[in-house]
């Protein structure tokens, strides 16, 4: 039988995403299937996807027809193409002729939030992407039916898996680093824009300031969003610190008191994972698939309820035993989680299935 040649397509490419498709990437390619990444140039540079075997073309996030142009000339060699996101899925449809004859695969990895006009469109977007994929893989239970919900021919939950984070040596020197070493320390990890709720957790900062000691909130990301949130944290006095982009969340997450998640959407969360893994106690959001990513251990909270989110945080803060609940339930729960091999393993079954190989 022939080599299986699959493309793999991101467009913008979240960390969640790039990462999948890496850990996809390296064990496709440890299985025999011909790997190659269709992406930005820079997620090649951060992400590394010829270190897990895959060939790498740099396709540009535009949707001009230069870009879906070389975008079409990569898949029309491949047994089956796999999309990752909406852009990349839109883009991939239109590079494949919708229904054509390479069998396209979409992961849907998280949803897409906007109002009025642009809303409008993304929904026809989204519409348009699961209708021209033979299968959609949902991240989350309420993904899969909203693909259902717009058309998709047929959609199936594939609850991802990324590498685990490496577990640090336990320090000083974050809490050092940022000023925490006498107060509490709570660490949020994300890019700066609206969905995030960040708006929603500097309400909530609010709370803590009548703790004694006074917590310190870390941000760690960027965007578009950062100067509008340091212009709040300034004029309101908040004790919040926007660290910007990081490349040690692992230590951060290792070093916090608490993680919070107080995003409006979340599908398979990093942060929510990283934390769990590594023992930290998460106060999150009850959206999207965070409650059955976290299932009892973490604190949950309605999506833009400040005052709940601050009252989560500081009766873990004032609970040890609770905080020690939670930090051993974390691990027990990743532990159910599906491994890098039964993601690969899943994802393989579809391809074999759309290309009638057993």
């Given at each position: 039988m022939s080599q299986l040649r699959t493309v793999q397509v991101l467009g913008g490419g979240s960390a969640g995403s790039s990462a999948h498709v890496r850990s996809l990437a390296?064990?496709?390619?440890?299985?025999?299937?011909?790997?190659?990444?269709?992406?930005?140039?820079?997620l090649e540079r951060e992400f590394d996807f010829r270190g897990a075997g895959a060939h790498f073309v740099p396709v540009?996030?535009?949707?001009?027809?230069?870009?879906?142009?070389?975008?079409?000339?990569?898949?029309?060699?491949?047994?089956?193409?796999?999309?990752?996101?909406?852009?990349?899925?839109?883009?991939?449809?239109?590079?494949?002729?919708?229904?054509?004859?390479?069998?396209?695969?979409?992961?849907?990895h998280t949803g897409a939030h906007a109002e009025g006009a642009r809303g409008q469109l993304l929904r026809v977007l989204e519409r348009r992407a699961v209708r021209a994929a033979a299968v959609v893989l949902g991240t989350s239970s309420d993904l899969v039916d909203r693909a259902r919900r717009c058309g998709a021919r047929d959609a199936r939950l594939a609850a991802i898996a990324v590498p685990g984070p490496r577990v640090p040596v336990a320090d000083g020197k974050v809490r050092a680093e940022l000023g925490a070493v006498d107060r509490p320390l709570l660490v949020a990890v994300g890019s700066l824009v609206e969905h995030r709720g960040y708006g929603v957790l500097l309400d909530a900062a609010h709370g803590w300031r009548g703790l004694d000691p006074v917590p310190l909130l870390v941000i760690a990301g960027e965007g578009r969003e950062r100067g509008a949130l340091q212009r709040r944290i300034e004029a309101e006095v908040l004790p919040v610190r926007l660290i910007g982009r990081r490349d040690d969340v692992t230590e951060l997450l290792a070093a916090a008191d608490v993680a919070v998640l107080p995003s409006r959407w979340e599908g398979r969360s990093l942060l929510a994972q990283e934390a769990l893994r590594l023992g930290v106690p998460l106060v999150a959001t009850a959206v999207g698939g965070v409650p059955e990513l976290v299932g009892n251990a973490a604190e949950l909270v309605p999506y833009g309820?400040?005052?709940?989110?601050?009252?989560?945080?500081?009766?873990?803060?004032?609970?040890?035993?609770?905080?020690?609940?939670?930090?051993?339930?974390?691990?027990v729960q990743a532990a159910d989680w599906p491994t890098e091999d039964e993601t690969v393993a899943q994802v393989l079954s579809v391809y074999d299935e759309l290309t009638n190989r057993h």
């Open positions: 390296a064990g496709l390619a440890a299985r025999g299937v011909r790997v190659t990444v269709c992406a930005p140039a820079a540009p996030r535009r949707g001009d027809p230069v870009a879906v142009g070389a975008l079409r000339a990569v898949c029309a060699g491949a047994d089956v193409v796999h999309a990752h996101g909406l852009n990349a899925a839109v883009r991939t449809a239109l590079a494949t002729g919708g229904r054509g004859a390479v069998p396209l695969v979409v992961t849907w309820d400040a005052p709940a989110l601050a009252d989560a945080v500081a009766r873990l803060l004032l609970d040890p035993a609770r905080r020690r609940e939670l930090a051993e339930a974390g691990p």
